[in-house]
């Protein structure tokens, strides 16, 4: 049973975010912890994300075990516009999924405007153990995951059909900052749990080794063959054991851009906190777009090798959580820093 969370703003100064318990599923009963591991996930649903991640690591999983299972759940167990079975669609009426997956040890795999498989993040990891490339697109990676025994699986809802119906009455392209964490019908409040947004999570198991994943529908109504940022390396997702791992959400076109997760783990490597090194990522996001900044959400998570966490985005809202199998509530949700202040949920 959901209780509202409490959510505490960071100021625009402060380089950490606050925590607070995710009241929502703290009370789960949690693993055994191996002793430094930690998980941080994108938006509320990380929550969930994070204890499906967290399970698989105390049962003695690796950090790309934990990743891949942590994205798993997002992809199926909820029925979400954002991610997964349940997406919104393209302008076409055609939902296609993007993820990709990395190691701190640099191997990597991605799929992008995948149609009908149910579990993007799977893909992406057998086309990263299985195949000499890095990424598979469209009928491709279809035909890669058939050949390799994952079922062929309509997703697209009748509810995400007769959105797509409505969208078509204005055809009008223009995503909403946080649009993720607003009310939905019968979705009552931000925070629900078929209320969220692309998952990128991040691990470090108890060996240290990291390991990432992101997997998402992209942006609703894009235009059909539209590939965002988080099945490409380096901008949705970058992962280097040297200095740590990068994750983004939001309109994806500007991480691309910047190869923005490859910068904010540099920036780490160069002696920037995660806090930091995000915050500086969105600069750049600024500096080169100030005024579409203003209107697009842009948000950025990284877990450095020594295991501290941050995050900051373009706008105020955005929220990660982050499981770290310590003493007291094991479920933490954080609100990033950002540049603009307005709450645009
Ligand atoms: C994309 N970055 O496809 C994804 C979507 C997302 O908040 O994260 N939206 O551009």
Not at 50 to 58: P, R
Not at 140 to 161: H, I, K, N, S, V
Request: with cysteine; hydrophobic share 40%; glycine share 10%.
């Amino acid at each position: 049973m959901a209780t509202r969370r409490r959510f505490l703003q960071s100021s625009l100064a402060a380089s950490a975010s606050l925590a607070l318990p995710a009241t929502a599923t703290a009370a789960a009963p949690v693993a055994a912890a191996p002793r430094g591991a930690r998980v941080v996930s994108t938006w509320d649903f990380g929550v969930g994300a994070n204890a499906a991640a967290w399970k698989t690591l105390a049962a003695g999983g690796s950090a790309l075990d934990a990743v891949e299972a942590g994205a798993r759940w997002a992809e199926s167990e909820l029925c979400n516009p954002t991610v997964g079975r349940c997406g919104n669609p393209d302008r076409d009426g055609v939902l296609t999924l993007d993820a990709s997956i990395m190691t701190g040890d640099g191997r990597c795999g991605a799929v992008a405007a995948l149609e009908d498989i149910d579990h993007p993040v799977s893909v992406a990891r057998a086309v990263m153990e299985k195949t000499p490339h890095v990424m598979l697109v469209g009928e491709g990676a279809q035909q890669f995951a058939l050949a390799q025994g994952f079922q062929r699986t309509p997703l697209l809802t009748d509810t995400a059909r007769q959105a797509w119906r409505e969208w078509l009455k204005t055809s009008d392209y223009a995503p909403r900052i946080n649009a993720e964490r607003m009310p939905r019908p019968g979705d009552a409040r931000p925070g629900d749990s078929r209320n969220h947004d692309t998952l990128g999570i991040l691990v470090m198991d108890a060996q240290g080794r990291l390991a990432g994943a992101c997997t998402t529908s992209g942006m609703a109504w894009k235009m059909h063959g539209r590939v965002g940022d988080s099945p490409i390396i380096g901008a949705g997702l970058y992962v280097d054991q040297e200095a740590g791992a990068a994750t983004a959400s939001g309109v994806g076109e500007e991480m691309i851009r910047n190869a923005a997760s490859f910068l904010v783990v540099e920036l780490m490597r160069q002696g920037h906190s995660p806090a930091d090194a995000c915050r500086e990522a969105i600069a750049r996001v600024v500096r080169k777009r100030p005024e579409d900044s203003k209107r697009l959400q842009v948000c950025f998570l990284a877990l450095a090798r020594d295991g501290r966490v941050g995050a900051f985005a373009l706008h105020r809202g955005f929220v990660y959580a982050l499981h770290d199998g310590g003493p007291g509530p094991h479920d933490v949700l954080h609100q990033a820093g950002s540049v603009y202040t307005t709450e645009q949920t």
